[in-house]
C-alpha cells in the first residue's frame, strides 16, 4: 500500500499544477471534465458525465459487497490571482482559490491505487468528480442524475489553509454551517427630502431593520447554537434631495442546527413586519435555502480518523472548531451516512497561510500525497469492515 501511494506522488502534484494553472469556474469546467476522463482512460476505470461538466467513475464489483463513493470538487473561483508561481493561473480572472484543483488531483492519485487493488476490493468504490460547489448547485444536481442512487457511505476531503501541514481533523456531527440567502425589500412613499411627512422614507425603515434584526440571534437564538446574519449589500435611493421610495438588502444566514435554521424566515418576517409597520412602509422577505449544515455520521468519522491513524502520527489527528462556512457536501451528507474530513495545507513558511478565496491562497503541496492515502484507507476500511 505504501509503495503504490509514494508513487503516485509526482503524479498529483504534476496533476495538481496542471489544473490550477487552467481553473474553470462552475459549471464551466469542460477542460477539467475532459482532463479527468483523459486520466480515468489511461487508468482504465470505466465513467460516465453527469451533470454537464461531472464525471463518476466506478472500481469494483457491487455485487462482492458495499458500494462507497469518494468525491472530490473540481471548480475554481472568478477570483484574479496575485500569486507569482510557475503554474499560476492563466484565465484571467479566475482562479483556483479554494484547493479543489487538489481535490480533484488527490483523487485521481487515489484511482489509480486503489484500481491496481481491484482485485482485492470487497465492493464497489464510486469516485464523483463534482462540478460547481462554489455555487452550492452542484452536489445537488449530481444527486439527482443518480451519482448516489446505490451508494451506502461517502467520504470527501477538503484542504484546508487554516490547519498546519501534517494534521487531519474530521469530528462527528455539525462541522460546516448552512447557507441560506436573504432577500428584503421594503416599500415606502417617494417625495421631496426637504418635506418627508408627505412621504414614508424607505431607508429609514431599512436602517431600522438592519439594527434591530440583529437581537434576533441575541435574544431568540439559544447562545449555545451558534447562527450568523449578515446583510451584504444595501440598495435604495435616486437622489440626493428624493425621499427613498423602496429599499433593497441582500444578506445570508448562516448555523448549525436545522431545527433553529426552519425558524428563521417566520422571525425575520416578523421583525421586518412589525418594524416596517411603524414606519408606515411594506416588507417583503424572500428566503432561499441554500446548502444545509456539513454533519458528519459518527462511524464515518471514526473510519476516517482510524485510516489517519494508519500512516500518520496519533497527534496528527486534530479537533478544530466547526466553521461558518458552507459546503455543498452538504448535500450527499443529508442523503447517506458519509463525512467530510479536513487536511491540513497550511505552512507560513511556503506563503501557504492565505485564507481561502483569498488572491494569494496556496497550498503546501505536501499535503496531497496525505489526502491521496486518506481517500485510498477510507474506501477500502469502509469496504472492509
Given at each position: ?240 434631495n428624493v425621499l427613498s421610495s423602496k429599499a433593497h438588502v441582500e444578506g445570508t444566514v448562516r448555523c448549525f442546527n436545522p431545527e433553529i435554521r426552519s425558524k428563521f424566515p417566520e422571525i425575520i418576517t416578523r421583525y421586518g413586519n412589525n418594524i416596517c409597520d411603524a414606519h408606515r412602509a411594506t416588507f417583503h422577505l424572500n428566503y432561499t435555502e441554500g446548502t444545509p449544515p456539513t454533519i458528519n455520521d459518527a462511524h464515518c468519522a471514526h473510519l476516517a480518523r482510524l485510516a489517519a491513524s494508519e500512516f500518520l502520527d496519533k497527534s496528527a489527528i486534530v479537533d478544530i472548531d466547526k466553521t461558518t462556512g458552507s459546503e455543498d457536501m452538504a448535500y450527499y451528507l443529508e442523503k447517506i451516512p458519509g463525512a467530510i474530513a479536513f487536511v491540513g495545507a ?40
Amino acid at each position: 500500500m505504501k509503495t503504490l501511494i509514494k508513487e503516485q506522488e509526482n503524479y498529483i502534484l504534476n496533476l495538481r499544477r496542471t489544473l490550477h494553472q487552467n481553473p474553470e469556474v462552475s459549471w464551466q469546467e469542460y477542460e477539467t471534465s475532459k482532463l479527468i476522463k483523459t486520466e480515468l482512460d489511461a487508468i482504465g476505470i470505466p465513467y460516465e458525465s453527469l451533470a454537464g461538466t461531472g464525471v463518476i467513475a466506478t472500481i469494483g464489483i457491487p455485487s462482492r459487497g458495499k458500494t462507497v463513493a469518494l468525491r472530490a470538487d473540481m471548480d475554481a473561483l472568478a477570483v484574479t490571482e496575485k500569486n507569482t508561481l510557475d503554474y499560476a493561473s492563466s484565465n484571467p480572472g479566475v482562479m483556483h482559490a479554494c484547493g479543489h484543483d487538489g481535490h480533484t488531483a488527490m483523487l485521481l492519485g487515489a484511482a489509480r491505487v486503489l484500481k491496481m487493488l481491484e482485485n482485492d476490493i470487497n465492493g464497489c468504490i464510486k469516485l464523483i468528480f463534482q462540478p460547481a460547489e462554489e455555487m452550492v448547485e452542484g452536489a445537488k444536481t449530481m444527486i439527482k442524475a443518480g451519482a448516489i442512487d446505490t451508494v451506502e457511505g461517502i467520504f470527501g476531503i477538503h484542504l484546508w489553509s487554516g490547519l498546519k501541514i501534517g494534521k487531519i481533523a474530521c469530528g462527528n456531527g455539525p462541522q460546516m454551517a448552512s447557507g441560506d440567502y436573504v432577500v428584503v425589500d421594503i416599500e415606502g412613499k417617494g417625495g421631496h427630502g426637504s418635506l418627508p411627512h408627505q412621504g414614508v422614507d424607505a431607508i429609514v425603515a431599512l436602517s431600522s431593520f438592519l439594527l434591530n434584526i440583529q437581537s434576533m440571534v441575541s435574544r431568540e437564538i439559544d447562545p449555545l447554537d451558534p447562527a450568523v446574519l449578515t446583510f451584504g449589500e444595501v440598495k435604495s435611493g435616486t437622489r440626493f434631495n428624493v425621499l427613498s421610495s423602496k429599499a433593497h438588502v441582500e444578506g445570508t444566514v448562516r448555523c448549525f442546527n436545522p431545527e433553529i435554521r426552519s425558524k428563521f424566515p417566520e422571525i425575520i418576517t416578523r421583525y421586518g413586519n412589525n418594524i416596517c409597520d411603524a414606519h408606515r412602509a411594506t416588507f417583503h422577505l424572500n428566503y432561499t435555502e441554500g446548502t444545509p449544515p456539513t454533519i458528519n455520521d459518527a462511524h464515518c468519522a471514526h473510519l476516517a480518523r482510524l485510516a489517519a491513524s494508519e500512516f500518520l502520527d496519533k497527534s496528527a489527528i486534530v479537533d478544530i472548531d466547526k466553521t461558518t462556512g458552507s459546503e455543498d457536501m452538504a448535500y450527499y451528507l443529508e442523503k447517506i451516512p458519509g463525512a467530510i474530513a479536513f487536511v491540513g495545507a497550511g505552512n507560513a513558511s511556503k506563503g501557504c497561510d492565505f485564507p481561502h478565496h483569498h488572491p494569494k491562497f496556496n497550498i503546501d503541496e505536501d499535503s496531497l500525497i496525505i489526502g491521496m492515502e486518506l481517500y485510498v484507507r477510507f474506501a477500502l476500511n469502509f469496504l472492509n469492515q
